[in-house]
């Protein structure tokens, strides 16, 4: 079994309202990703960090920060929610080397309204 | 910037049927790696391909990696129910994503009984 953890699950919150999607590790891996994905659909980079204190945005641009004071810990903030953020929030971790794959979270489904 | 794409979108086959997924760079790849993501889950992390023509098999799956090192593909024989799900490449180039790693849009397989 993966030994990563996003929480919430599930989050339906109202439009404004500041949100953080948490996402832990314990296999202590350098490299942690975000990437959002819509159902059925591709998956897009939003955030990466190589490491702690170490954060870059992804490839698609997102109104979302994050952060990496901790290994083990990368949570992602919306300050302000917007239906447009309605989504899968999908976290991922590596090793250093790049030579294995990317082990993902089993998401937060993050609803607007 | 580096490309992955993926072809077809969707496959429907009748259950006992092989299904293959293609998927091409606009760049050579330092390597490929394949995920599976069933309905409603998170991607799982498959297999890596490293060296140029590389075969490797898991049970009726075979992955391939081009002689260019710049296509790859799934060929999944006799599929079965448990099958189902959507099937993504990622390739590793030397720019795009992080690490270099580029997700392609991914092939949605659908077994009919």
């Known amino acids: 079994e993966a030994d990563i953890y996003q929480t919430p699950r599930y989050l339906v919150i109202g439009t404004g309202k500041k949100i953080t999607l948490e996402c832990s590790q314990t296999?202590?891996?350098?490299?942690m990703y975000w990437y959002q994905q819509d159902p059925g659909m591709e998956l897009h980079l939003i955030h990466y960090?190589?490491?702690?204190?170490?954060?870059e945005k992804g490839d698609l641009s997102s109104e979302s920060t994050v952060s990496r004071i901790r290994t083990e810990h990368f949570p992602l903030t919306l300050e302000s929610a917007r239906p447009s953020h309605t989504s899968q929030y999908l976290c991922?971790?590596?090793?250093?080397?790049?030579?294995?794959?990317?082990?993902f979270g089993s998401g937060t489904r993050l609803t607007v309204v | 910037g580096q490309q992955v794409m993926q072809i077809p979108q969707y496959q429907h086959v009748q259950e006992g049927e092989d299904f293959t997924t293609y998927c091409n760079s606009s760049?050579?790849?330092?390597?490929i790696q394949w995920y599976k993501q069933r309905p409603g889950g998170h991607p799982v992390f498959l297999i890596q391909?490293?060296?140029?023509?590389e075969v490797k098999k898991q049970k009726r799956l075979t992955f391939q990696f081009g002689e260019a090192k710049k296509n790859s593909s799934l060929h999944i024989t006799a599929t079965q129910t448990t099958d189902v799900g959507t099937y993504f490449c990622?390739?590793?180039?030397?720019?795009?994503?992080?690490?270099?790693?580029?997700f392609g849009k991914g092939t949605h397989l659908i077994i009919q009984p």
């Open positions: 991922a971790s590596s090793v250093s080397s790049g030579l294995s794959g990317y082990t």
């Open positions: 296999m202590g891996h350098d490299k």
């Open positions: 960090s190589y490491g702690v204190n170490s954060t």
């Open positions: 760049t050579t790849l330092s390597n």
């Open positions: 391909l490293v060296k140029s023509g």
């Open positions: 990622a390739g590793r180039g030397s720019r795009g994503g992080a690490d270099g790693l580029t």
